[in-house]
């Protein structure tokens, strides 16, 4: 396999320097908290990479417009559904976060979706999870945009790509959960990085709207977060506003979309079944067994983030096999099985804490923010083993096309 990541070049001190100016490692607490391991490294997409990710974009964004058209016909059509239909409404009503099911028929879908893939040893992609209702990985996104601007020639749309989704509607407003408060940091930076595209951008926390803050006259609201649980009357509030349209969103309150227990029905869509692993349902009602049983397996809550509620078959032991002998136990389905990718860790430059640069291996998640024409942005979070998140030991780095001509 060809090499996939460069040193760009950059030192340690420019990249601290712009994460503390940025405010996301504003003060000590936040480098606490916001603690990753820094690298000049950079992810190049071959051609032939390129290619299938744009076609990946193309179809995900498709199948994932099917899905909601097909929910909202079910659970609208006024016709009694057969317990196949109405089990596959009730995932949706499972996964609605507090927010709209399908019943309240939006065939609006986000106009971005985050797509969470892994690699394998060949540099093909494959998906782990269509995160439909997630707009908080942006700020990530944006804040390597913003580290490295050098790179912008060799880069996907990014910001500019996003704003461009954003109507004439001038002032948008990102509400910020209670529950959620430790993506304020990201939120700023990915503002920030919108207002140079021309958007006025406000951050209001639910705090604010729970004892009688407002969203300003005639300004358009990101997304209503799925936590809003400190005050429900926020979520109320925001949810009438989306109905009596009175205020312009960005993402349609369907957060069911994001739920992992639909990737079995996605990996039906057309084209899907190259890009996602054999995927099935868990549960009392289900087989519970994947096509090839003796490939190894990655158990997953259908709701859940990071790695948590993810077992793999061969490193987590018993830990797998008593969580998948409790899910196949439920009445109702709340994990899938889903075959695993074979992966290689790649070796990639970071820095020591004195600005060193060494190398070490690591096991790469490529997230790609997709649109129904192709690919918006595309980043790496990396970490040393298989059990890839945002930790104080990953890695983010920025993914960049080879343009042999800049």
Known sequence: MHTQTFDSGVARTRIADYLVASGYWGDESL??????????????????????????ARYAYNAVKTLNGRLVHLATSGTHLSHDEARFVGLANAGSRSLYTPADGVTDIPP????????DAQGRF?????????????????????????????????????????????????????????????????????????????????????????????????????????????REKLLAHHRQGTCAFLYP????????????YLRSCIGMDEFIPPTVPVGKRHANTLPRPDVPAVLKATVSSGMKGVYFSDI???GYTSALAKASALKHSSWILQEQVPQEALPIVVFEEDGTRVVRDYFLRITAYVRADGVVDAEIT???????????????????LNRDST
């Open 253 to 264: 309150p369907v957060a069911y979309l994001g739920s992992k227990a639909f990737l079995p």
């Open 382 to 400: 990396g970490r040393p083993d298989r059990k890839v998140h945002g930790a104080p030991d990953c890695i983010q780095i920025p993914v960049i």
């Open 31 to 56: 480098r606490r908290r916001h603690a990753y391991v820094l690298s000049p490294a950079v992810y190049m997409l071959s051609p032939e990479q390129e290619q299938s990710l744009s076609r990946l």
């Open 112 to 119: 971005v979706l985050k797509v969470d893939l892994v690699q």
């Open 126 to 234: 494959f998906i782990a999870e269509v995160d439909s209702y997630n707009p908080r990985g942006f700020g990530f996104a944006a804040l390597l945009e913003e580290s490295m601007p050098e790179l912008s020639l060799m880069r996907y749309p990014g910001m500019k790509g996003f704003a461009e989704h954003m109507s004439s509607t001038q002032e948008w407003c990102v509400v910020v959960s209670e529950f959620e408060r430790y993506y304020e940091a990201p939120f700023r930076v990915l503002c920030n990085s919108l207002e140079r595209h021309g958007k006025k951008m406000t951050i209001l926390r639910e705090h604010e709207l729970g004892t009688g803050g407002q969203i300003p006259e005639g300004a358009g609201v990101l997304a209503i977060p799925e936590s809003l649980n400190r005050y429900p009357v926020v």
């Open 316 to 318: 987590d032991g018993d």
